[in-house]
């Protein structure tokens, strides 16, 4: 399989040939040019690669940057779930990836893809292989399968006393809970500001992590959201105490999931509750209503809190591609 490299600040010039090859592979919001035009654009060092193998329609699609003197891996910003790779069914990644590290400059030894997800590209690692896999993070979603109920009263009976308890608390308190979904282009400038504000009242600003409309983390944000918004695939979803704002989730759709990208609350106004677990709550009960697609994703390493919410994780991993299987075989052993 023939592969040409390319300035990845060539992206745009290919974005109808990314997304081509998304529709007819993975058809996931995750690896849109929606998504990965502005991770480029706010994330990049301006050396990174794009790469395309195939002679006439592209058969794989990469973006990629040099690590070390020998080795290259999936540009890979912390702020996208997974590692930007797109493959037909009929190319496998031993195939790809040996043609790849021979069109790389230098003489790279192994290369990267990073982040990668078992219900997209089912792992393999023959043990005589050029192909290694590694254990990434567990991650969690929940199917939207039945009612809300059904899915309810198979949660532990601790959440659902305890989301009683903190609506009972409320309510003794004189609080009304209000949930906003935005979901348009015009909303999304004040949607990443509120969301900031809320980043900003905890942790994150101390660390210098939190998200800004004005940092890159925040242009980033704004921008996709907008870009989805423009296809309906975005869903800003707001928990109000009376008018207080206390928790948000950022999040994009396809026809398969509903990602959450990002969760904020604000540590000040809690009032004695989780603003989050409540938020999702309301949130799973609307989506289990509305259906817009078969599982809500976390795409996040599991936390006990996740295992609350579902039972359902898997594994996602990391693949390395070796020049030679002797230099898998070392570089193992070290």
Not at 69 to 86: A, H, N, R, Y
Not at 98 to 112: D, E, F, N, Q, T
Request: proline share 6%.
């Amino acid at each position: 399989m023939k592969w040409q490299l390319l300035p990845a600040s060539r992206f745009e010039d290919y974005r109808q040939s990314w997304q081509t090859l998304n529709d007819q592979t993975l058809r996931s919001a995750l690896m849109h040019p929606d998504l990965w035009g502005p991770a480029l654009e706010y994330f990049a060092t301006g050396q990174e690669r794009l790469a395309i193998a195939g002679d006439h329609e592209p058969q794989a699609m990469t973006l990629l940057r040099q690590t070390r003197q020998w080795t290259w891996e999936t540009f890979q910003p912390s702020q996208c779930p997974l590692g930007p790779w797109l493959a037909t069914p009929q190319c496998p990644p031993q195939t790809l990836l040996s043609g790849l590290l021979r069109a790389l400059p230098g003489y790279p030894i192994v290369i990267g893809l990073t982040q990668q997800d078992p219900d997209f590209y089912p792992r393999s690692d023959a043990p005589h292989s050029p192909i290694h896999t590694l254990d990434y993070i567990q991650t969690a979603r929940v199917p939207l399968s039945g009612t809300f109920e059904d899915y309810w009263e198979k949660r532990g009976k601790n959440l659902r006393a305890n989301m009683k308890k903190q609506r009972n608390q409320l309510a003794k308190a004189g609080k009304t809970l209000r949930m906003v979904c935005h979901r348009h282009s015009i909303d999304m400038d004040q949607a990443i500001r509120d969301f900031g504000q809320l980043e900003m009242s905890g942790w994150k600003n101390d660390q210098g992590t939190a998200v800004h409309a004005d940092n890159p983390q925040g242009k980033f944000y704004t921008r996709i959201m907008k870009n989805f918004s423009l296809r309906d695939k975005a869903r800003v979803y707001a928990l109000y105490y009376d008018d207080d704002l206390v928790a948000m989730d950022l999040c994009i759709l396809d026809d398969q999931a509903l990602i959450i990208l990002k969760t904020a609350y604000h540590e000040t106004l809690r009032e004695g509750t989780s603003p989050a677990f409540l938020l999702h709550q309301d949130m799973f009960t609307t989506l289990f209503t509305e259906k817009p697609a078969n599982n809500i994703e976390f795409y996040g390493r599991v936390l006990e809190w996740h295992t609350r919410w579902t039972d359902d994780v898997r594994t996602l991993y990391h693949l390395n591609g070796y020049r030679w299987p002797l230099a898998k075989k070392i570089l193992l052993r070290h």
